[in-house]
């Protein structure tokens, strides 16, 4: 045997398995990502907690860590969760326990932490070594009964021990507290929500099982987020969100004017939107007001102490405030959209996105599931005690005999067993009575609780018989905890408020504040845009980097949009007042939109609004668009015309009743510009027939002028005889008459 050659297996069988890469990946991926999904990602819709949440409470209350305790270190909890629950890193368990004690993370914090536990302009906490941590009241309605065999527990990741697979959960935590999470394939993103409110839709559900979601919005208006702030999303939009499970909020800063005397004030934002951080906001307006995106808008300062403060001050007071925080909205976080994806673990482990109803629902289900569970095990401590009792009714009934027994007897348990029809337990529980207990007042207090045991059981066995007992206590329960989180409480007062957004006109307001001033647009070959005060008038004295020279150039007003084309057909708008000065070289374009390296520039103008222009591909189609169709404010522009790969021409101004057009075929077809179709996008109609190659340029004019070209020398010539080329759209056309520039253009490219 080769010394290379491993030794052969010894085993039972052999470890080598011969099967398809393709499947073993795929097999060993899908186990991943199934593990990621149940036990990291989603959260559980009972409960509404993630595992490492869920261990983290379990452990705590293992540590009898309950809110009337002292708190202990952090990283105590930490280490028994690491080493009995779960085995993972002790930083990202320690995240979740900081999280869950972030009253601006948690609508209902689970965790009450001592120490720095972070703050909301994004800072970390300090290290678990350096902070407490124990129970609060919202995590106790959480695990309450779970001693009471209330739900199912597994061995923990190595056998020794066990935990919960599911907490009791006295409130629906999972659309209180909310959850996010991504997973392989899939995430879940819920807000957070008022806790009375959800509990009112539950007892609206336990009196009207069929209610709709409309109804349920009764009392669920929508979310309630810990850090406050307007929601201004439409009641429409929140009703589908809910029926669907998907969908978003939109959330305003919450603020206040703040008269500063002489006319002047200035803007005091008291709350903003969820998960927003304030230094990284504060950071955002204040490159706003430096890169002049924000010309409305003079200085921002943060003045916040415990509660919240940022000063927003006006570029002028003669600016509505109305108007001010209009622009802000769109241009900052101080407006935010939380995305709605109510994806989660059914009962049984299945992720599948919910409705607001199914979500309560499930809930609802697990509550009558836990108080089932806890009646049945509330029921059999009441037999065994019974038992116990029964037995000791029958001592006390025979006592001179018993004491005999006891007294005289070498076997005395045998021998009561056998007289007395006893059970073991019974024998036990008399021979380990005390002589003090045989008092005349200990048989009556024995009496009195085996009557009330009885009755209790009595109680309890009519309820494990009815249905209907059992969620009307369910109610009874729901109703109890409302009064702990209730709007009445600290904790439960609603603070996130609904309004409709206002309609202001921020972009005038924005527009009336940028100064009318003449610039030329300066736009390089490889991309680089700037803008010149004034007008250029010799184009040749500008200067570019090595290897680039000019591509176009635009006379233009700081107040005007500027309007690119792409060789793809789409259209891209940018602020005049936004470009690069000239004193460089500018900035590269593809920064400003999102425009691929492989796709050019044809066409640069001003927009004028109203007037009209002439799209057409390389390919022969084309229409009539007007320019207020073309303007967009997405970064990713707007699809406008279709083409194919041999991209698009640049556009005409139609100033005139008839376009010409030739052909890479030298041919030339004019026709009135009428039949042409006026359109918004598409790809047009066709302008001209070729057998071979597609459209090289076109001109617009007027009949009684004539049309023109420029030739190589650069002199016009006027074309007097162009009725000669006219027919219809869509013809051949003639070929071009003499004297035409053999480039085949009215105008050199």
Not at 78 to 84: E, Y
Not at 141 to 152: C, K, M, N, S
Not at 163 to 181: D, K, M, T
Request: charged share 30%.
């Amino acid at each position: 045997m080769s010394k290379h050659t491993p030794p052969p297996f010894d085993g039972d069988g052999d470890r080598i398995i011969d099967e398809p890469l393709s499947e073993a990946l795929s097999r060993r991926y899908l186990a991943y990502a199934l593990s990621t999904i149940t036990g990291r990602a989603l959260p559980d819709v009972r409960d509404g907690l993630k595992p490492v949440h869920r261990r983290l409470l379990f452990a705590m209350r293992q540590l009898r860590l309950d809110p009337n305790s002292s708190a202990k270190k952090s990283a105590r909890v930490v280490g028994d969760v690491i080493g009995k629950y779960h085995p993972h890193g002790d930083t990202a368990v320690y995240e979740a326990l900081v999280r869950l004690a972030q009253d601006f993370s948690q609508r209902y914090p689970l965790i009450n932490g001592q120490g720095n536990f972070g703050n909301i302009d994004g800072d970390n906490a300090a290290a678990m070594r350096y902070t407490e941590c124990k129970l609060t009241d919202a995590a106790q309605l959480l695990l309450d009964g779970i001693d009471e065999d209330a739900v199912d527990f597994r061995s923990t990741y190595d056998g020794e021990d066990e935990e919960p697979v599911v907490l009791p959960a006295g409130f629906p935590n999972l659309l209180a507290n909310g959850s996010s999470g991504i997973a392989v394939g899939m995430a879940t993103s819920i807000p957070p929500h008022n806790a009375a409110e959800l509990i009112d839709a539950c007892l609206l559900m336990l009196d009207a099982p069929d209610v709709s979601t409309a109804d349920l919005m009764v009392h669920v208006k929508g979310p309630d987020f810990p850090t406050g702030g307007v929601i201004v999303e439409s009641h429409a939009s929140m009703l589908e969100t809910y029926e669907t499970g998907r969908g978003g909020v939109r959330t305003r800063a919450s603020w206040v004017r703040e008269d500063t005397g002489r006319g002047t004030y200035q803007i005091i934002v008291t709350e903003i939107p969820y998960q927003v951080k304030k230094a990284d906001l504060v950071e955002q307006l204040a490159n706003l007001i430096e890169n002049k995106r924000a010309p409305l808008l003079g200085d921002v300062r943060d003045e916040s102490a415990e509660d919240v403060r940022l000063v927003l001050e006006p570029k002028s007071r003669n600016i509505e405030p109305e108007v001010l925080m209009e622009s802000l909205f769109k241009l900052s976080d101080l407006e935010s959209r939380f995305s709605v994806n109510l994806n989660v673990l059914d009962a049984r482990g299945t992720p599948r996105v919910m409705s607001l109803k199914e979500a309560l629902r499930a809930f609802l289900d697990h509550r009558r599931e836990v108080l089932v569970r806890r009646a049945r095990h509330r029921l059999a401590k009441i037999e065994a005690r019974l038992h116990i009792l029964d037995g000791l009714l029958i001592a006390y009934l025979n006592l001179d005999e018993v004491i005999r027994i006891v007294r005289h007897e070498n076997e005395p348990k045998a021998k009561l067993i056998e007289t007395f029809k006893l059970s073991d337990l019974q024998a036990d529980a008399i021979l380990n009575t005390r002589l003090r207990q045989l008092a005349r007042l200990e048989e009556m207090e024995i009496r009195r609780e085996h009557g009330e045991l009885s009755e209790e059981r009595d109680g309890l066995l009519k309820l494990l018989e009815s249905e209907l007992r059992q969620w009307k206590l369910v109610g009874v329960g729901l109703k109890e905890v409302r009064k702990v989180l209730g709007p009445d409480t600290a904790v439960g007062k609603r603070r996130s408020i609904f309004a409709d957004a206002p309609e202001v006109d921020a972009e005038a307001a924005i527009e009336a504040m940028i100064p009318r001033e003449p610039i030329t647009v300066i736009l390089s070959e490889r991309g680089w845009i700037r803008a010149a005060k004034g007008k250029v008038d010799d184009p040749s004295e500008l200067k570019f980097k090595e290897g680039d020279k000019l591509g176009f150039i635009v006379p233009a007003e700081t107040t005007d949009k500027l309007l690119i084309l792409a060789s793809d057909g789409r259209f891209f708008t940018i602020g005049c007042d936004k470009l690069p000065s000239a004193r460089g070289h500018g900035e590269p374009l593809r920064l400003m939109i999102d425009l691929e390296d492989q796709v050019e520039i044809v066409d640069v103008f001003a927009h004028k609004p109203g007037l009209r222009r002439v799209l057409a591909s390389k390919a022969g189609y084309g229409f009539v668009m007007s320019e207020d169709e073309a303007v967009s404010a997405r970064r990713a522009g707007k699809q406008v015309l279709t083409v194919d790969k041999h991209g698009a021409l640049p556009t005409l101004a139609v100033r005139g009743d008839h376009i010409a057009v030739i052909g890479d075929n030298g041919k030339i077809l004019i026709f009135p510009i009428a039949e042409l179709p006026e359109m918004p996008r598409g790809k047009g109609v066709k302008l001209q027939a070729y057998r071979e190659g597609g459209l090289r340029d076109a001109t617009v004019f007027e009949a009684e002028t004539g049309a023109v070209w420029i030739d190589p020398a650069g002199r016009t010539r006027v074309w007097t005889e162009w009725r000669e080329w006219l027919g219809r759209r869509a013809g051949a056309g003639k070929l071009a008459p003499r004297g035409f520039p053999t480039s085949k253009r009215f105008k050199p490219k």
